[in-house]
């Protein structure tokens, strides 16, 4: 047996009861005649204490190992006032299950600080770091979240394609394929193949998927393979997807503040209740231009906008009502003000980490807004089509995974919230 307990799940009151715990070798101290091992594993620190006269000294000879041996302790639980935990753990035997044949690259404990680039390149070593495990114990909360309250709220989790034919955004940004005798594409978004699974009678569809965007970017805020978690919904408009993403967005937060407060500790993070202010695009420019701006109406928002109207309007801004110029081209034109579409994002501290929209159900709007963006309808007939089948009016979002994480765990660059990031010259581990 490799292990009886976690070390989260043990604690004072099990005094006197043998355990076995299994990790990696965090610290050791050596002072004379008592030896300190902290144990690692996924869940926490545990403090092993070997005296002269209470544990043999063969044991205290095979506590001598270096950091990052991967090991198995089977001891006894004794309460202890001294230890920050209140216990600590009596080892009867100590056994190093794999022993090192290579240097560890950067010191996992953060004593000594390691370039981003260097903990990348040896990800399995960061990802013992107590931080990087934290991010992505957040990062799997914000999953099941998204997916608890998708479930609850009727959808219904489907799997689209990653290859495709055509571009489903359109541009040119795209990771092209070989495929068989033809060119195939990266999937940019699941976006054409959701609203088909509505049309199809789904009705409402969520899922969580990698898309692939081939910008050549270098900032911290984009990656060339991201995950988005999406949803679309049949008889709806953009007022319906606004008021299922605020649902789903307070319910990842107060979901992370509920069961990661260790997690967030760890990273120095507090998060504030979450309240969701909503404010059309044309607003957002009138509010931005009296605090210095200088916005035309048609132009998009950028980071610096974006991280303004959460200063004057709080930690989470939904902006909706863009310019369809602005916008992709399946977003549905508003009826009161054809000037704008029913589109909107949702800004998290300064960062938009949602966009969504009601879509085009009608084809020959569909058509005329394909050709405004300056893109053929002969590479969307089969998107089309679907519309003259018998589409209902439908609409959603996508929401960005790492984006969500970024903000939520206050990282500073995104590839610390990808476990095995992508961007333009990283392409392994």
């Known amino acids: 047996m490799y292990r009886t307990h976690y070390v989260s799940e043990l604690s ?4 006197g009861q043998e355990v076995v715990i299994a990790g990696w070798v965090h610290e050791v101290r050596n002072i004379g005649k008592i030896v300190f091992i902290l144990l690692r594993d996924r869940s926490g620190i545990a403090q092993v204490i070997g005296k002269e006269g209470v544990v043999s000294d063969d044991i205290i000879k095979s506590m001598n190992l270096p950091k990052e041996s991967v090991i198995r302790i089977r001891g006894t639980v004794k309460r202890s006032s001294e230890s920050k935990a209140g216990f600590e753990i009596v080892p009867l035997e100590v056994k190093n299950l794999n022993p090192l044949e290579a240097a560890i690259p950067f010191e996992v404990t953060g004593k000594v600080a390691a370039e981003i680039d260097v903990r990348l390149d040896n990800r399995q070593i960061d990802l ?3 931080e990087t495990t934290s991010i992505f114990n957040i990062q799997s909360t914000i999953l099941n979240s998204f997916r608890s309250t998708m479930l609850r709220e009727g959808f219904s989790e489907i799997r689209t394609p990653v290859l495709v034919e055509a571009a489903t955004e359109g541009g040119a940004d795209l990771f092209t394929v070989d495929y068989f005798e033809k060119k195939a594409f990266l999937a940019q978004s699941p976006q054409l193949y959701k609203q088909l699974a509505v049309v199809g009678g789904m009705d409402r569809v969520f899922m969580v998927v990698p898309v692939f ?6 900032t911290v805020f984009h990656l060339n393979e991201v995950t988005q978690m999406d949803a679309e919904m ?5 007022k319906d997807a606004i008021k299922l993403l605020k649902k789903v967005v307070k319910g990842i937060i107060n979901d992370v503040a509920k069961k990661n407060g260790m997690d967030l500790e760890r990273l120095n993070v507090s998060l504030s209740k979450p309240v969701i202010k909503e404010i059309t695009y044309k607003k957002a420019l009138g509010l931005l231009n009296a605090n210095g701006s200088e916005l035309e109406f048609g132009q998009d928002l950028n980071r610096e906008h974006e991280e303004a109207l959460c200063r004057l309007l709080g930690e989470l801004v939904v902006v909706k009502e863009y310019p369809s110029s602005v916008r992709a081209f399946y977003s549905m034109p508003n009826e009161r003000d054809r000037s704008v579409c029913n589109s909107f994002d949702l800004i998290y501290k300064g960062l938009e980490i949602s966009s969504g929209a009601q879509r085009i159900h009608i084809p020959e709007t569909l058509i005329q807004s394909i050709k405004e963006h300056g893109l053929d309808p002969k590479e969307f007939e089969f998107y089309i089509n679907a519309f003259r089948q018998g ?5 959603g979002w996508s929401l960005g995974l790492e984006r969500l994480t970024m903000k939520l765990t206050g990282m500073q660059n995104i590839r610390e919230c990808s476990l095995f990031p992508r961007d333009r010259i990283r392409l392994k581990p």
Not at 213 to 218: F, I, L, P, S, V
Not at 234 to 238: L, Y
């Open 234 to 238: 049949g008889f709806a408009d953009h």
């Open 213 to 218: 965007r081939a910008e050549k970017h270098n």
């Open 12 to 15: 004072p009151e099990m005094d």
């Open 128 to 130: 013992r770091r107590i």
């Open 391 to 395: 589409a209902p009016p439908h609409a």
